[in-house]
T-cell receptor, first 115, second 112 residues
Framework: ETGVTQSPTHLIKTRGQQVTLRCSSQ?????VSWYQQALGQGPQFIFQ???????GRGNFPPRFSGLQFPNYSSELNVNALELDDSALYLC??????????????FGPGTRLLVL | QKEVEQNSGPLSVPEGAIASLNCTYS??????FFWYRQYSGKSPELIMS????GDKEDGRFTAQLNKASQYVSLLIRDSQPSDSATYLC????????????FGQGTRLTINP
């Protein structure tokens, strides 16, 4: 167990709907990263939050947005859902340090199915 | 060229043998390297991290890094059926956002 929690575990939505996924980071960690993992692929970086600000973004459209709260928990919001958004969404927490290279620990993920 | 490349497998190894998993990366400024294990339907679990050239051993696992060749590998000694999983190689550049770039994973099957 990494101490990273995510909710919900599973979700079914229809095209055009909006979804919010939640993540609580490991105690002592200050950085949260979100990844999308399609079936049979490696996780793809969506974005990262540090000190409540977005700190880097992958190749995802603006309808993917997020928040980080003062307690370092985070939300991922996806608007106007598309069928291709069906995937496992992973949250990873880490402790930002000088020089970078911190280790990221993953939560159990949220499996989203868009019909 | 993909940023991180792995042989997708499947790689089949008899129980008790050594499993060898390989990964190459394209970004020369990459500084941190990780191996994650992912069981079917589960999230990635950290196995090893390595930052310097050479070998790093942890129990039955050994990570090897060669920055000149842009190559990182994972050896699993005395393979057990419980080692059957997908192994993900991940690279962190230390520049900008501390994002992990993953390979597509190698599916490993240990045969009893």
């Amino acid at each position: 167990e990494t101490g990273v929690t995510q909710s919900p575990t599973h979700l079914i939505k229809t095209r055009g709907q909006q979804v919010t996924l939640r993540c609580s980071s490991q105690s002592g960690h200050n950085t949260v990263s979100w990844y999308q993992q399609a079936l049979g692929q490696g996780p793809q970086f969506i974005f990262q939050y540090y000190r409540e600000e977005e700190n880097g973004r992958g190749n995802f459209p603006p309808r993917f947005s997020g928040l980080q709260f003062p307690n370092y928990s985070s939300e991922l919001n996806v608007n106007a859902l598309e069928l291709d958004d069906s995937a496992l969404y992973l949250c990873a927490s880490s402790l930002r340090r000088m020089g970078g290279g911190e280790t990221q620990y993953f939560g159990p993920g949220t499996r989203l199915l868009v019909l | 060229q993909k940023e991180v490349e792995q042989n997708s497998g499947p790689l089949s190894v008899p129980e008790g043998a050594i499993a060898s998993l390989n990964c190459t990366y394209s970004d020369r400024v990459s500084q941190s390297f990780f191996w994650y294990r992912q069981y079917s339907g589960k999230s990635p679990e950290l196995i090893m991290s390595i930052y310097s050239n050479g070998d790093k051993e942890d129990g039955r696992f050994t990570a090897q890094l060669n920055k000149a060749s842009q190559y990182v590998s994972l050896l699993i000694r005395d393979s057990q059926p419980s080692d059957s999983a997908t192994y993900l190689c991940a690279v962190n550049s230390r520049q900008g956002a501390q994002k992990l770039v993953f390979g597509q994973g190698t599916r490993l099957t240990i045969n009893p």
